[in-house]
């Protein structure tokens, strides 16, 4: 079955350094890739996608770049905030049968930034 | 645009006790979700409705019941609560389609005591 692994958090990082969170996948077919966040307290929210093999997602300084052939969809960001603190979310869409397009995500990595 | 938006926000059950989550989108989007987040778990999905009439089972669906009323409310049914179903849920939107994001709700805290 389709499963997504992201490198394992907590991750700390000052104000202004360099961010990478891994991601890689396994899925049948070409999924769809998503990167989410949760702030602290909130729901999960969109943070970039990409729908085809070397789609580039970007939004507020993220970037990831779906890698087919090495199964990644890993997030940047060159100068990480205090506000990015959240926990981030890889996940993949894969048609299951029918019109049933489910999310698979996987764990999440908490991202502390400190000023 | 309300977007997601989810009942109660916290809620506290004895074991054995019945309740249930409510979910309600305005965005007119076919699919509904409910997932439960817990601690070094991520999301897993519980039940989902890819469309208006029709239900399906996730990943983690024993213990749980779901309604799709109509196209705009889906709601999560704990017949009889356990400790184990302590958790935050979250209810998603999304048009139907292998490429289009889940819009999530706030959120439920549910603890089973």
């Known amino acids: 079955g389709d499963s997504v692994t992201q490198m394992e958090g907590p991750v700390t990082l000052s104000e202004e350094a360099f961010l990478t969170i891994n991601c890689t996948y396994t899925a049948t077919g070409y999924p769809s890739l998503f990167w989410y966040v949760q702030y602290p307290g909130e729901g999960l929210q969109l943070l970039l996608k990409a729908t085809k093999a070397d789609d580039k997602g970007s939004n507020k300084g993220f970037e990831a770049t779906y890698r087919k052939e090495t199964t990644s969809f890993h997030l940047e960001k060159g100068s990480v905030q205090v506000s990015d603190s959240a926990v981030y979310f890889c996940?993949?869409?894969?048609?299951?049968?029918?019109?049933?397009?489910?999310?698979?995500f996987g764990k999440g990595t908490l991202l502390t930034v400190n000023p | 645009n309300a977007g997601v938006t989810q009942t109660p926000k916290f809620q506290v059950l004895k074991t054995g006790q019945s309740m249930t989550l409510q979910c309600a989108q305005d965005?007119?989007?076919?699919?509904m979700y409910w997932y439960r987040q817990d601690p070094g778990m991520g999301l897993r999905l519980i039940y989902y409705s890819a469309s208006e009439g029709t239900t399906d089972k996730g990943e983690v669906p024993n213990g749980y019941n779901v309604s799709r009323l109509n196209k705009r409310e889906f709601s999560l049914r704990l017949e009889s609560a356990a400790p184990s179903q302590t958790s935050v849920y979250f209810c998603?939107?999304?048009?139907?389609?292998?490429?289009?994001?889940?819009?999530f709700g706030p959120g439920t805290r549910l603890t089973v005591t």
């Open positions: 998603a939107s999304s048009v139907a389609g292998h490429a289009y994001e889940q819009y």
């Open positions: 996940a993949l869409s894969d048609r299951s049968g029918g019109s049933n397009y489910k999310l698979t």
């Open positions: 965005m007119n989007h076919n699919s």
